[in-house]
C-alpha cells in the first residue's frame, strides 16, 4: 500500500478550514477584542490599519506579542488621525480586564483594549501659495494645472491628498511634454493650535520635449509608409502622451495588424540632460497577407448564410487591399469585389468596387449591377466618404394581371458623414453615434429619374447609476428618418429607396416587409421614420435581459406614413464578437409574434 507524508503545517490548516466550515461565524474565537472611540472615518482605519486590527484574529498570535502593539498603537493612531486632518488629536490606548456586566465580550475570557481618539478640530487649508517656473509658465498652463488640485483653501486638510496632488502636477507636465519636470519646494505648514495649514509648492516644467524619430520594430510583410500615416504627430510636434495612446489605437484598429504597442524611449531622454526630443518605438504584430475566408451563418432577417472570400492586403507591395466574394443567402445572392489603398499622412484613402446582387423580398425580385468610386476621410472619431455610385436594375413584381418587369438606372454623387464618441465600437455600453448621408441623381446625366436622398440616424447608450436598483443596466435609443425628394418614386432604383422591419430596424415585423403595396408586393417608399428605445438590465455575468418598444414605417409621402408598433422582450448575451441578440417581438399591425436573431449593434 502507497502512503504519503503530508507536512504538519498543512495539516494544521486542513484542521483549521475543517473547523471553521462546520463551526458558526460567532463562534470563531478573537485573540483579543478591540473598542474604538473616534470619529466615523477614523474607526475603520483604526481597526484595520494598526498591528492590534491586523493580529485581532491571527491564529499565529502569541500573548506576548500583545504589550508591544498596545504601546504601537498610540503612535500608529495619531499618524492615522493625522493623516486624516486631525492634527491637534489626543489618543488614549488602554488595557481592560475587568469584567463589566454590561459588555459580554468582556467575559467572553480574552482582553479587551480600547482606543479612544480625541480628534478636535479638523486641520483646513488656509493658505495655498503656487509657483511655477519654465516653458509652462510661458504657456500659461498653471490654471490647468490648479484645476485638478485637490487642496483648494477652505478644504479639509490630509496627507495623502497632499501627496496625491504633487504626483499629479508632476504627471500632467510629462503628459504635455514636460519631460524634465520636477518640484523645487513643497511646504506644508500646520498649526495645530489653529487647525489650519499653509501650503507652498514650487514647480520648475523645464523645456517642453518634441517628438523624435520613430522607429518601428515587427514589419516583414507590409510596407513602413502603413504605419508613418497613421501617426497623428510631424516630426518636431510638441510632445504629448494622450498621441501616443490615438497612434496605437490607430495602428490596432487597421487590417494589416493584430496588435500594436507604443512606447516613448524615456531612457534616451533621462541619459541625455540636453536632448529636446522624445525617440517614439512601434512594436506592430502582423496579420497574414492573403487568405481565404469560409463561412455558415443564420439570421432571421436573411435565412441561412454561406460565404467564400480571398482577401489581400498587400497588392503590389504597396498595402492595397482587395476584398472579393460570393454570399449566398435565403433572400439574396451576391458577388463583389472591393479595393481600397491604405490611409495616407492626410487621412484619406481612395476606394473602388463592384458588386452583382440578386434579392427576392417581400414578393420584389431584383438584379443590381453597382460599381463606385469615391475618397474616403477620417479623424479618430468621424470618417466622410464621397462617391460617385452606378447603378443599373432589373425589376420584377407579382400584379394580379400578371407579373411586370422594368429596368432602372442611376449615376449619383454621394457623402457620407459618420460620428461615433462610444467608449467600444464592438459593445458600447456609454456614448453615442451619428450618421448622415446626402446622394442625389440627374435625368440629364445617365439616370431614369432625378432625386435628392437624405438619410440620419442617431444611437445614444446611457448606462444607468451603480448605486442605484438598476446598476449594471444599460438604456438604449435610436431615432432614424430618411427622405427621397423628387416627383415620383417610379425609375429610381430601389437602394435608394426606403423599407423598414427585421432585427435592426423595426422589430415584429418581417425583414423589409413595411413599405408601399404595389401589387402582390412590398416596395421601397420615398419616407422613412423610426424610433425605438430599449432597456437592458444583467441577469448574470454577460447576460442580459431586455424589454423594448419599436415605433415606425416606410411610405411614399409623409402624408401616408403612419406609425406601427413591435413591443417585445429578449436576451443579450456580451460574446467577445460583440452583443449576441435574441428577441420575441409583438407587431401590433402584424398582430402576431415574431422571432429576431441578431449580432451587434447598426451604426
Known sequence: MRTSRVAPAALRALACALALCAAPSWAQRANYEIEVEAPEELRAPLRTLTLLGRWRTDPDFEPEQLELFIDRARDESLAIARAAGFFSAAVEVARIDALDARDQRRGSG???????????????????????EGEARDADMGPALLSRWPLG???????????????????QLHQ??????????????????RTTASLSIALDSGPRLRFGALAVRGLERYPRSIVDALAPWNDGDPYAFEQLLRFQERVRSEVYFTGATVLPDLDAVELDPAR????????????????????????TDHGARALLGYEHRNLRDRGWQLDTGVLLESVRRQ?????????????????????????DISGELTDKNTVYFGQARRSDEIEHFVSLQYQTEQRGIDMASGSIRDS???????????????????????????????????????SDRSFTRLYGRAMRFWPMPGDSALGGGLLVGMLEAGWVIAGSRD??????????????????????????REGEAIVGGRVMAIASIEYQHPITAGWYGAGFVD???????????????????????????????????????????????SVGYSF
Open 335 to 359: 458577388v463583389f469585389a472591393n479595393g481600397r489603398t491604405p490611409w495616407d499622412r492626410s487621412g484619406h484613402r481612395w476606394q473602388t468596387g463592384a458588386r452583382y446582387e440578386r434579392q
Open 551 to 597: 415605433a415606425g414605417n416606410a411610405a411614399d409621402t409623409w402624408g401616408q406614413w403612419k406609425a406601427v408598433y413591435g413591443i417585445g422582450v429578449g436576451v443579450r448575451w456580451r460574446s467577445p464578437v460583440g452583443p449576441i441578440n435574441l428577441d420575441l417581438a409583438y407587431g401590433t399591425e402584424a398582430r402576431r409574434f415574431r422571432l429576431h436573431f
Open 408 to 446: 432602372r438606372r442611376a449615376l449619383s454623387a454621394g457623402y457620407a458623414w459618420n460620428l461615433r464618441r462610444i467608449d467600444s465600437r464592438i459593445d458600447p455600453r456609454d456614448g453615442y453615434t451619428l450618421s448622415a448621408q446626402l446622394s442625389g441623381a440627374t435625368k440629364h446625366l445617365l
Open 110 to 132: 480574552v482582553p479587551v483594549i480600547r482606543i479612544e481618539v480625541d480628534a478636535g478640530a479638523r486641520t483646513t487649508v488656509n493658505a495655498l501659495r503656487f509657483e511655477l
Open 153 to 171: 483653501e477652505g478644504t479639509f486638510f490630509r496627507s495623502t491628498e497632499w501627496e496625491l496632488g504633487k504626483r499629479q502636477l508632476i504627471e
Open 491 to 516: 425609375d429610381i432604383p430601389s437602394e435608394n429607396l426606403f423599407r423598414a422591419g427585421g432585427a435592426q430596424s423595426l422589430r415584429g415585423y418581417d425583414f423589409l416587409s413595411l413599405g408601399v
Open 176 to 193: 504635455r511634454g514636460y519631460l524634465r519636470a520636477r518640484i523645487t519646494r513643497s511646504e506644508a505648514s500646520v498649526d495645530p493650535e
Open 276 to 299: 529636446l526630443t522624445v525617440p517614439i518605438a512601434i512594436d506592430v504584430r502582423e496579420r497574414e497577407a492573403q487568405r481565404l475566408t469560409s463561412g455558415l451563418g443564420f439570421s
